[in-house]
């Protein structure tokens, strides 16, 4: 899947908005299949999936969006990581004795059927050094003052600036009103951080462009990874 693939995010998102009350299993499913068409876990319809996986004592969804270099939410084991990577996100599956990695690739079966399967992984534990909704949103202001005053000090060919951003970044009910701000702004973010374009740069400008859009992308990274788990965090302050 492309990393710009929303199925991992929104499965986490819709999927502890189900866990907690928020919403009901169908709503859910229907919301994650918006973002990329049916979906299937291994070889199994998503809803009759997680209502597998409840029964299993599911208890949370957890994201993460790793890059090379930055396995952002991995924990391993190694297979379950690469994967993931290749991929650019994955989703775990939160059991109570046990964690299981959701990786998306393309579900192609014949010209006119386009879906995403979900390859199935054993994960390793919870990480406990992610960021909180607080620290990932100081880090991508931090990011976003760094890279502005990176980019403006670099000059180059005039670049043709895209007329709008696409919306999204949005997440389930039950997620408080600053995780869907700090998710719809880092989304946005990632939005203009694709359309970044070298063309006409001197190597040393592209360099020099090239360190300032690498943190700001890690810091966006991490600014979702923190809006998709925030649903729980009162609870884990506690």
């Known amino acids: 899947m492309r990393p710009e693939s929303t199925v991992c995010p929104s499965l986490v998102a819709w999927g502890n908005a189900w866990l907690s009350g928020h919403v009901g299993l169908d709503e859910a499913a229907d919301h994650v299949e918006a973002a990329g068409g049916?979906?299937?876990?291994?070889?199994?319809?998503?809803?009759?999936?997680?209502?597998?996986?409840?029964?299993?004592?599911?208890?949370?969804?957890?994201?993460?969006?790793?890059?090379?270099?930055?396995p952002l939410g991995l924990s391993g084991p190694a297979a379950f990581n690469s994967a993931a990577v290749d991929a650019g996100q994955a989703a775990i599956a939160v059991l109570g004795d046990r964690n299981l990695g959701l990786v998306p690739v393309p579900d192609l079966r014949g010209s006119s059927y386009v879906g995403v399967?979900?390859?199935?992984?054993?994960?390793?534990?919870?990480?406990?050094?992610?960021?909180?909704?607080?620290?990932?949103?100081?880090?991508?202001?931090?990011?976003?003052?760094?890279?502005?005053?990176?980019?403006?000090?670099?000059?180059?060919?005039?670049?043709d600036r895209p007329e709008r951003t696409p919306r999204g970044g949005e997440l389930a009910p039950g997620y408080p009103g600053r995780a869907h701000r700090v998710s719809a702004l880092a989304t946005r973010l990632a939005a203009v951080l694709r359309l970044a374009d070298e063309?006409?740069?001197?190597?040393?400008?592209?360099?020099?462009?090239?360190?300032?859009?690498?943190?700001?992308?890690?810091?966006?990274?991490?600014?979702?990874?923190a809006a998709h788990h925030a649903i729980f965090e009162p609870v884990r302050n506690h």
């Open 38 to 70: 049916p979906v299937v876990a291994g070889d199994v319809p998503l809803r009759k999936y997680l209502a597998n996986l409840r029964g299993g004592g599911l208890r949370e969804v957890r994201l993460a969006l790793p890059a090379p270099g930055d």
């Open 117 to 159: 399967r979900l390859e199935i992984h054993d994960a390793g534990p919870v990480r406990h050094d992610l960021p909180t909704l607080s620290e990932a949103e100081r880090e991508l202001s931090d990011a976003i003052r760094a890279a502005t005053e990176a980019l403006t000090s670099v000059d180059g060919p005039a670049q």
């Open 199 to 225: 063309r006409g740069l001197t190597s040393g400008q592209v360099a020099a462009r090239a360190t300032a859009l690498r943190e700001l992308d890690r810091a966006v990274r991490r600014a979702l990874v």
